[in-house]
């Protein structure tokens, strides 16, 4: 989307035309919502930016809920953007610190500012981008304590603000067919001006969570956080923002709501052990938190080999941070014997994982040949540094 594209889409009879549209379904009924659109006299610029709103918005819906069917929203900046409820727990830490005036620096289409101006502390949003600046006013527009700034965040003055968030922009400039930029040097701003800034005042900074763990300042509270699995983010936090004693964290958000595994430092693996009833695959937040020792003592697990990220039980014991599964059978990894023990099983549906060994898993799948109505989850990985296969079940 571009400036004039934007401009017609906010204007009165684009909102309504946007309003208006049934909810967005597939790409199977656009072209007859174009043709329906353009005999009722509107222009193919603004067919397209509002057909476009309408797909951002459905796609939206999974950070924003309901939330997301009157917002605005770019690719790049709805990739990027914060999940609302992560969005809150972010503003909580500003509130729960005292702070009453933050400044959002590179704000995108505004998702953490909102959270922010919804606890009624006062934000600033700043963003560099003119489209997406004029986006996250339209998200803020409902709150009179949020103002937007459309500059660069290395020229704002931060002396006036009590704390500030950061989002360094990790995508390459543009609204649609970006792509990630992987050199922390290259984020906008830079993790140097982030970190500088975080030595002034009460900072959060979010990052992707596989960045490079060297780059953490040893000052930081990193808190990963997973959402349904999926781990969505690295929270940097410093000073009254910033919990005391606590350096590594993994929060883990799902249908059990909220759980957190936290300590002042990464965990010491736990001893290895041979295979038991029971093998639990940890949380990404908590690998990548590298706090799979102290959640293998919580749950009297052992590790199945040095330095892999799966744990084993002899005993079933229900933790958010990680998934079980019964092991029904241990199989050397060889894929003739594997075909012809799960076709003698019946297994036509092969959830395969693996860590530790060099195996693609569709591959794989295609040259086990499954048939059947039988279903079960496969894991390669190494046990007492051999190649093994686990046959097993979800819990």
Do not use: C
Not at 223 to 248: H, K, M, N, T
């Amino acid at each position: 989307m571009d400036s004039s594209e934007l401009v017609e889409l906010l204007s009165s009879e684009g909102l309504n035309l946007l309003d208006s549209l049934a909810p967005w379904k597939s790409t199977d009924d656009v072209l007859a919502a174009v043709s329906t659109l353009r005999k009722a006299g509107h222009s193919p610029a603004l067919v397209a930016a509002a057909l476009s709103q309408s797909k951002l918005r459905a796609k939206a819906v999974g950070k924003f809920g309901p939330f997301a069917s009157r917002m605005l929203f770019t690719e790049a900046g709805l990739e990027q953007a914060t999940r609302l409820q992560v969005a809150a727990l972010h503003a909580g830490r500003f509130q729960s610190a005292g702070l009453t005036s933050i400044a959002d620096l590179g704000s995108g289409i505004g998702g953490d500012a909102m959270a922010i101006a919804a606890l009624d502390l006062a934000v600033t949003a700043v963003e560099l981008d003119e489209v997406t600046a004029a986006i996250a006013a339209y998200n803020l527009a409902p709150f009179d304590n949020a103002t937007v700034l459309n500059a660069d965040v290395t020229a704002v003055d931060t002396s006036d603000f009590d704390g500030l968030y950061l989002d360094p922009a990790r995508r390459t400039a543009g609204h649609s067919n970006t792509s990630r930029i992987t050199d922390p040097a290259d984020y906008s701003p830079t993790l140097d001006f982030a970190f500088a800034l975080a030595g002034s005042k009460p900072t959060g900074i979010k990052l992707g969570p596989g960045i490079d763990r060297d780059l953490i300042p040893v000052e930081a509270e990193a808190q990963w956080v997973s959402v349904d699995r999926d781990v969505v983010e690295l929270g940097l936090w410093f000073g009254a923002v910033a919990r005391p004693g606590i350096r590594r964290s993994a929060l883990v958000i799902g249908a059990h709501g909220t759980a957190e595994l936290s300590a002042d430092a990464d965990s010491e693996d736990a001893e290895t052990g041979t295979i038991g009833e029971y093998l639990y695959e940890p949380d990404g937040a908590v690998i990548r938190a590298r706090l799979i020792g102290d959640l293998a003592r919580r749950v009297d697990a052992r590790m199945l080999s040095t330095g892999i990220a799966y744990l084993t039980s002899d005993t079933l014991v229900t933790t958010p941070f990680a998934s079980a599964f019964r092991v029904s059978d241990v199989l050397p990894y060889d894929e003739r014997t594997l075909r012809k023990e799960l076709a003698r099983r019946g297994i036509g549906s092969l959830e395969i994982k693996k860590r530790g060994v060099d195996v693609d898993p569709a591959a794989l799948r295609r040259k086990l040949q499954l048939k059947g109505k039988a279903s079960a989850t496969l894991f390669v990985t190494r046990v007492a540094g051999r190649h093994t296969a686990l046959l097993a079940e979800r819990v």
